[in-house]
């Protein structure tokens, strides 16, 4: 305000009417002392903020200070009005909180109905229907919705069932639903005719979040019925229902949590269009009055009130969120994603995206073409001088820049076939931006002629013929023939003229100008402003990402829609002004968007690998991570577009739009007029062009967030998980089923109790499961010859009665196979209460006996813990305690202890040994760990691609294996490998050497981020790494074997410590003078698919880094290494051009291997490269490495938790715990003579192969 034009005091006489010079300036100095608009601003500021607090000092007439502490508000006197600007808050507040108070609960209370029920027909013709007639009402503009409403409700041309007008500020001497006798007879209750009143304004204002909330909640119901804990319910028999209710929709409910802090100041924001709609004296009408007349003091009054209900109500929410996710700590502070981006993706087919694009590309061909469509100039004219144009004659830059921007862009469309790289198609589509935004005015002029001019010279004879445009209107005519305004569609006037007489259709085809421009400039700016705000947020993170969120967090506390009526009304209505606003109002969705993806994107071992070759930061950030989290922001961009075009009609709706321009909203504005007349063509046309424009973005947006995930599907052919597998599994006995990655293991495991998704199909086959004495089989689902339950297809009723009492299944991730929001004793109680009755205190006592039996310690207090409260190990013991609650006849354990450290597997299998005793229970055991069956298997089953190989006993299957496959994963195993010779002997000064390293990661608690205690990830420690030499970095989850690997090579800062490297301290060594030893220190990762940024082809990925070093003289050159490198890995040098995903993840690895070993350096990290193989994968891997090693003089830094892999692999030991460094050595010594306690527990939990 204070940046506007002329200064305050001037605007605020803007209103006063005709004053001479002189009395204007003396009122202008008159208010410039009155609101001290004579200080400088921060000043001005200062005093603002002291006036409006209830704590600060209390000043006197003057202004003078008398004293701090407790005062009364004051939050000034209004210009406009000459009242206190308290008293017309309070008489328009309470009217506007009752309206936002009647439409939060009845938009969350239908939305979640309607969302659930929704969800549960996926994919159905209900559900699609119900899904597209969603976001249809999500694109109605509200200024459409309530001009159609009091059209069709509340005109006297048709229903006049409600009033529009007359509402009075809340009066609570009033208040009774009993009829009142007037005057004018008897009158309803005032209650009651506030009731009525208020009926349509809270359905205008209802009906966008209602959409919104149900698409959310069907999104996130969807995405937690396939989550592993609601697999997890069935597999305990819990009925669907239960699953949906108890289980799914209180996780569900989070994201609805988060989003009602939003919704508050969205429908603030709401209230502006409604109240000024519905002719209500509330605070959205108050603000748009002060705006209009420059009402300074209520325009910050309205400010500061909403601004401050928002953040009241980002905290009501913070603390909601914090009591209903056990996960969230009350005292810290919850940071929330933009509700749009937790939408989730909905079933809209591709003809809803084509048809969406058919209307957008429409209305750009209108928006260029306008000129050529509807105008009153003729094409051509032929008098007896010849001819002319007077269109062509009359065209301004703006018409000629928008054709030079669509013909240009049709030309590097066209080009874009020819040059895959895409440079062109980009260059010519930023020249002809460039050339529209610096010549663009938009609109044409007010044409002076209009084409009845034209007919007069025809019948004069003067012209003696002419081409006329089809609408043969310019915007801005008044039309001769029809100089009654608002004249119905007729055969002149196809759409009907508006108040001035102007040809609507014209209008409205040059009003695409104005909805395109706006909604693209503002779009790009704000898109802009958000990839470089938000990619510094999420790439730095720490205390930088917490001063700029809270910064983000105050600036989307001022509603937009205030700030952009302010600038509106203070700077005038020019269209570039209102393309920055909405820009600079739209960029904090996008500004969390690219954190949300940088904070995920910036821990991928992809980036880390380009930050460890030395690349600049800004290929780091936009190549290598932009890319791949541009996906959200492009789905976000369309929806921006749509948003963009609503702000533009309805700040013409409101009055406050461009002047002499046509509009969409401005045209909606003169539907209804003075005494309730209604003219249903201005509702109408103007309004399904909003409309259509916003839902085909929308349609747009959707098609994007479907699509913008990278899938790779087989087409048609069918993808067979398990063909012809037969087995049997005897009471007591333990089965184990193996097979590498693939095979069919955990399918067939969750085939036996029908938990497989809708979409496998079983076209043959049985599994029958043997009756008890009192079961007798009924219809289908039994076999009397076998006396068994037949369980493949049988009815739902009937797997519910099998699952969790007769079968139970523990599952390989325990953290997601537990409900987060559900005590365990409560998940353990379920199946208690389902299958035995068992409820109350008799259910907690076996609750805690479950407990005690799994050796849970302390389990009183453990019982009315939540799932995150736990460790690993504890978490694994609960689901073994629930799987075993109604003591089963089979228990199907599927990885059971893969996600455990050794240690912690070993307990595992100690304790359900016990148990299978104690309750003889067959187990199905499913594995890769070759070792680990050796130990606890009677029978083996070896399936390979979804068949079984070789099934039989242990000592046959294991000891002699008759099948080619089983004998290849056996030589495979690294204990049964020929050790590695041995390197040379120490020799020299070590080529690293660590001392007294330390890093500690802050652990910050509260608001204020408080700096409470730190992790010791690496604590003091002191190592050496030799020349030639491979030492092994051995420990458990969180021992800091990776972390000290990461500093080493500068990932991770150091909090102290050495790490000196050819007589320099790495450690001290900032981002630009590590780049040099970036060539001689490299790293390859542990998932091999992450490790690669699936953007770029592999030759990109292996070339990069050369030219980042100057490796080469030219791109060939480097490409004709790179292929020599691809060699060296085993891989064909013709893949080159392909793609990550194109490969196995063995071949991945091998890539990784290349690109570390393309640098020519002299040390490699090697951090757990084996860990997400197979086996048989894993021993060509080792062996690659070991080749590698000898032929280009490496040093590896083996990261590993296998122990058998050290033995075959390492020359060296070293063996951390708890961030510190215990015991190091020799392989031979540390592995075959152990000094240290913790490395004789770790050694001792080594499953050993037996055979």
């Known amino acids: 305000m204070a940046a506007a034009p002329g200064g305050v005091g001037a605007n605020l006489l803007s209103q006063a009417g005709d004053l001479r010079a002189e009395e204007r300036a003396a009122m202008e100095r008159y208010l410039n002392e009155r609101y001290g608009l004579d200080q400088p601003l921060p000043v001005q500021y200062a005093r603002w903020l002291n006036k409006v607090s209830p704590v600060g000092f209390r000043v006197d007439e003057n202004r003078e200070p008398q004293g701090f502490g407790f005062k009364a508000p004051d939050l000034g006197t209004s210009f406009a009005k000459n009242r206190p600007v308290t008293e017309l808050i309070a008489e328009a507040l309470p009217i506007t909180l009752l309206m936002n108070g009647l439409s939060i609960p009845l938009v969350f209370v239908l939305s979640i109905i309607m969302g659930v029920y929704t969800a549960q027909f996926r994919g159905q013709a209900l559900d699609v229907g119900i899904g597209t007639a969603n976001l249809a009402l999500w694109s109605i503009p509200t200024i459409w919705m309530g001009v159609v409403l009091i059209g069709l409700l509340a005109s006297e041309e048709y229903l006049n069932l409600f009033p529009t007008s007359g509402l009075e500020s809340l009066r609570a001497d ?186 957008v590309g429409l209305v750009a061909i209108l928006a260029v073409f306008a000129p050529f469509i509807a105008n009153s100039h003729p094409y051509l004219i032929f008098t007896s001088d010849g001819w002319q144009s007077p269109l062509l004659r009359h065209l301004d830059w703006a018409d000629v820049s928008l054709l030079v921007m669509f013909v240009t862009t049709l030309g590097a469309w066209r080009l874009r076939y020819r040059f895959s790289t895409g440079r062109i198609f980009l260059a010519l589509i930023v020249l002809a931006l460039l050339t529209s935004i610096g010549t663009m005015t938009l609109v044409s002029p007010p044409s002076a002629v209009i084409y009845d001019q034209y007919r007069t010279g025809l019948a004069e004879g003067t012209i003696q013929s002419a081409v006329l445009a089809p609408i043969p209107f310019s915007p801005t005519d008044r039309s001769r023939d029809n100089p009654v305004s608002l004249q119905p569609p007729d055969s002149v006037h196809w759409f009907g003229t508006d108040e001035d007489g102007a040809d609507v259709l014209s209008r409205m085809i040059h009003a695409c100008r104005i909805a395109l421009a706006i909604g693209l400039m503002s779009t790009g700016i704000a898109l802009l402003i958000g990839i470089l705000y938000g990619g510094v947020m999420g790439f730095f993170g720490g205390w930088l990402d917490i001063a700029m969120m809270r910064f983000l967090e105050m600036f989307e506390s001022i509603p937009a829609l205030f700030l952009l009526l302010m600038v509106v009304a203070f700077f005038g209505r020019n269209i570039y002004l209102i393309m920055i606003v909405i820009g600079l109002t739209s960029w904090p969705g996008f500004a969390r968007y690219l954190r949300a993806e940088f904070l995920k994107l910036r821990n991928q071992d992809y980036v880390q690998a380009a930050q460890a070759a030395g690349l600049p930061l800004w290929s780091v950030l936009f190549r290598h991570m932009l890319p791949n989290g541009v996906a959200p922001l492009l789905v976000a961009a369309s929806f921006s577009i749509a948003s963009a075009i609503l702000a533009e009609a309805t700040l013409s709706f409101l009055g406050l739009g461009l002047i002499d321009e046509p509009s969409w909203g401005g045209m909606l504005n003169q539907a209804v007029g003075p005494g309730g007349t209604f003219a249903l063509w201005l509702a109408t046309y103007p309004g399904l062009a909003i409309f ?174 939540y799932p995150h409260r736990l460790s690993g190990g504890q978490r694994q013991r609960v689901m073994i305690a629930m799987a075993l609650a109604c003591e089963p006849d089979l228990l199907i354990a599927d990885e059971p202890t893969t996600a455990l450290d050794v240690t912690i597997q070993a307990q595992i299998l100690r304790l359900m040994a016990n148990l299978q005793k104690q309750h003889h229970t067959a187990l199905l055991f499913i594995t890769h760990d070759l070792s680990l069956v050796s130990e606890i298997a009677n029978r083996v089953i070896v399936m390979q691609k979804g068949r079984i190989v070789e099934s039989g006993g242990l000592k046959q299957v294991l000891g002699s294996p008759s099948h080619p496959y089983t004998r290849e994963l056996l030589a495979a195993l690294p204990s049964n490998l020929p050790r590695l010779e041995p390197m040379a002997p120490r020799q020299g000064a070590p080529l690293i050497e660590i001392r007294n390293l330390r890093v500690y990661f802050p652990i910050r608690k509260g608001i204020l981020q408080r700096h409470v205690d730190d992790v010791k990830a690496v604590d003091d420690v002191s190592l050496d790494i030799h020349k030639g030499r491979v030492l092994a970095l051995v420990g458990e989850s969180g021992s800091g074997k990776t972390t000290l690997g990461r500093a080493l090579l500068g990932l991770v800062p150091t909090t102290s410590g050495s790490v000196m490297y050819e007589q320099t301290d790495l450690s001290q060594l900032n981002r630009r003078k590590f780049k040099p030893f970036r060539k001689d220190l490299q790293v390859v990762f542990q998932d091999p698919q992450s490790s690669l940024n699936p953007r770029l082809s592999i030759a990109s990925i292996l070339t990069e880094p050369m030219a980042v070093h100057q490796i080469g003289a030219n791109q060939q050159e480097r490409l004709d290494m790179a292929a020599q490198y691809m060699e060296k890995v085993g891989l064909d040098p013709s893949m080159l051009r392909r793609y990550p995903h194109e490969f196995s993840g063995g071949q991945r690895q091998r890539i990784g291997i290349a690109r570390a070993i393309a640098l020519q350096p002299r040390f490699i990290v090697c951090d757990e490269v084996t860990s997400a193989l197979d086996v048989s994968v894993q021993a060509k891997i080792l062996l690659l490495l070991e080749e590698l090693k000898r032929e280009f003089h490496l040093t590896y830094l083996f990261i590993t938790h296998n122990i058998d892999v050290v033995r075959y692999f390492a020359d060296d030991v070293a063996v951390m715990h708890q961030g510190k460094l215990v015991e190091q050595g020799s392989a031979t010594a540390v592995c075959e003579h152990p000094q240290h306690a913790y490395t004789q527990k770790l050694l001792e939990a080594v499953p050993k192969f037996r055979f």
């Open 174 to 359: 009033r208040w009774t639903f009993l009829p009142v006798q007037t005057a004018d007879g008897w009158q309803r209750g005032y209650l009651l005719d506030l009731a009525w009143h208020l009926v349509l304004p809270v359905i205008c204002l209802s009906y966008t979040g209602f959409a919104f909330l149900t698409k959310l909640t069907r999104s996130s119901v969807l995405e937690n019925l396939q989550a592993d804990y609601a697999r997890t319910a069935r597999a305990k028999g819990a009925l669907e229902h239960t699953v949906l209710w108890h289980h799914v929709l209180r996780n569900s409910l989070l994201p609805l949590i988060t989003v009602a802090a939003s919704i508050l100041p969205a429908l603030l924001v709401g209230s502006v269009i409604v109240e000024s709609i519905f002719s209500i004296d509330g605070m959205g009408r108050l603000a748009v009055q002060a705006v209009q007349l420059r009402d300074r003091e209520v325009v910050l009054a309205i400010t500061l009130i909403t601004s401050l209900l928002s953040l009241v109500a980002y905290l009501i929410v913070d603390i909601c969120y914090a009591a209903a996710d056990p996960r969230v700590s009350a005292a810290e502070s919850v940071i929330h994603e933009s509700y749009s981006h937790r939408v989730g993706r909905d079933t809209f087919s591709q003809t809803g995206a084509r048809v969406g694009l058919a209307w």
């Open 692 to 865: 259509l424009t916003v839902f085909s973005y929308n349609l747009i947006g959707e098609a994007l967030r479907d699509n913008l995930v990278t899938e790779f599907h087989s087409g048609e052919n069918k993808t067979i998980a398990v063909n012809d597998v037969s087995f049997e599994i005897h009471p007591g006995e333990t089965v184990c089923l193996v097979g590498e990655s693939g095979s069919g293991k955990s399918v067939t495991g969750l085939s036996i109790l029908g938990l497989l998704p809708s979409s496998a199909t079983h076209p043959s086959g049985k599994v029958l499961l043997a009756c008890t004495p009192d079961e007798q089989p009924s219809g289908g689902a039994g076999d009397d010859l076998n006396k068994s339950l037949s369980l493949l297809g049988a009815p739902e009723t009937l797997l519910q009665t099998v699952r969790g009492v007769r079968i139970s299944m523990i599952f390989q991730e325990p953290l997601t196979c537990l409900n987060p929001v559900l005590t365990i004793g409560e998940q353990i109680m379920e199946a208690l209460e389902l299958h035995l009755g068992l409820q109350g205190e008799a259910a907690r006592q076996r609750v805690l006996e479950l407990l005690t039996q799994v050796e849970i310690p302390d389990p009183e207090q453990r019982l009315d813990d």
